[in-house]
């Protein structure tokens, strides 16, 4: 198989690094590629040069409207796809976008995947993320070799979407975890703890998470580089919360942490990881 590479920031590169061999790639910036043009990679001017030279193309982008471009748009991987292709879409994004995606490429025998990953530039890195895949189950059979070399689990949850609704419950759970891990190194700092002792201690007890053991030890040494953007994370939450709307359902601690994002500056939310929410409480 050829296979083409759309989207190579922070997460996208280290996919497109551990998938292997010569793919061909573009990025918005060509300048964010360097490293995969360095190590072989055939750069491409265009979404649509990629969608005519790879038979297997992965996205890993920013928002809806990103998604939505590159699929959909002028020169774009539908407008320049040709029958028997799988496109993968590894953004985070609407799952009514995954479906409409779906259903324009079905037109064109061409086989779209939505299939959302978890677990941060570190599990990118390590090519230990976490895929949650929706679309036809034959089509995702063909390309699991290629979704399990950057992943250490992948899942098939369903019809067109139902990727893309699993990462919402994902994103959802971390979005309260965050303000629980911020808030308790908040509440033992100023209780005059160890804070370093406190959350080497209660990582291994009943609060332990992801969270809580990858991102909590950044929080303590000022380190808000971005393994995974505030505004990305804004943005995903919005998706959770509009999806809400639709079910007709009520999520108040979504729509809390939402609130405490947004409070944040436009500087700190495009710029940092999603645990410079403890910025919130550290300027009180």
């Known amino acids: ?127 230990t993320l976490s895929v949650m895949v929706g679309g036809d189950e034959l089509v995702l059979k063909k390309v699991l070799p290629l979704l399990e070399k950057f992943s250490s689990s992948v899942t098939y949850f369903g019809a067109a979407g139902s990727g893309q609704h699993t990462k919402m419950a994902n994103q959802i759970a971390i979005a309260t975890n965050m303000n629980g891990m911020a808030e308790s190194l908040y509440y033992a700092y100023h209780a005059g703890l160890d804070v370093e002792k406190v959350l080497e201690t209660i990582s291994k007890g009943a609060a332990g998470s992801w969270s809580l053991s990858n991102l909590a030890p950044r929080i303590l040494d000022g380190n808000y580089e971005p393994g995974f953007y505030t505004h990305h994370f804004l943005k995903d939450m919005k998706i959770a919360l509009d999806e809400a709307e639709k079910m007709g359902i009520i999520l108040p601690g979504l729509a809390l942490s939402y609130k405490l994002y947004n409070t944040l500056s436009t500087d700190i939310k495009e710029t940092t990881g999603t645990h410079a929410i403890y910025q919130y409480y550290d300027k009180k």
């Open 1 to 127: 198989m050829k296979i083409g590479f759309i989207g190579t920031g922070v997460m996208g590169s280290s996919m497109a690094s551990h998938i292997g061999g010569t793919q061909y790639i573009y990025n918005r910036t060509k300048k964010k590629a360097e490293t995969l043009i360095r190590d072989g990679h055939i750069w491409c001017e265009t979404p649509g040069e990629v969608a005519r030279s790879a038979d297997v193309v992965f996205t890993m982008l920013g928002y809806p409207i990103d998604v939505e471009a590159i699929y959909l748009g002028p020169d774009g991987l539908l407008e320049n796809g040709k029958p028997g292709q799988i496109y993968i879409d590894c953004t985070t994004s609407s799952p009514e976008l995954a479906q409409k995606i779906y259903n324009a490429a079905k037109v064109k025998e061409i086989d779209v995947l939505d299939a959302p990953v978890s677990g941060g530039d570190i599990g990118a890195k390590n090519g």
